[in-house]
């Protein structure tokens, strides 16, 4: 499972827009703008969910799932879910 949230962090730390995500990735712009759009978890075709997950991978950045432990090293950020919080879909 990933988030809208953590696909625009994900972009955020590569240093780039929706575009040159989908061609990163090898998905259309409309797909890339609905997944992000999502309240909280994407939900999609599964191929296109693993595309992005495996792109990102290969540009550098691991998404990290609900209390899994990062196992690649390296400078990362994580978000640390309050009961409550507002911002709890990264």
Do not use: F, W, Y
């Not at 990933?2 to 259309?28: H, K, M, P």
């Not at 409309?30 to 495996?54: C, F, H, W, Y």
């Amino acid at each position: 499972m990933i988030t809208s949230g953590q696909i625009r962090a994900a972009r955020a730390l590569l240093g780039i827009d929706q575009r040159a995500l989908a061609a990163l990735v090898g998905i259309s712009l409309p797909t890339v703008q609905r997944m992000e759009a999502s309240d909280g978890i994407v939900r999609g075709n599964v191929d296109t969910l693993v595309k992005v997950i495996e792109g990102l991978r290969e540009a550098g950045i691991e998404l990290i799932g609900d209390n899994a432990p990062s196992t690649d090293g390296g400078r990362g950020v994580r978000q640390i879910v309050a009961e409550g919080n507002a911002h709890a879909d990264l």
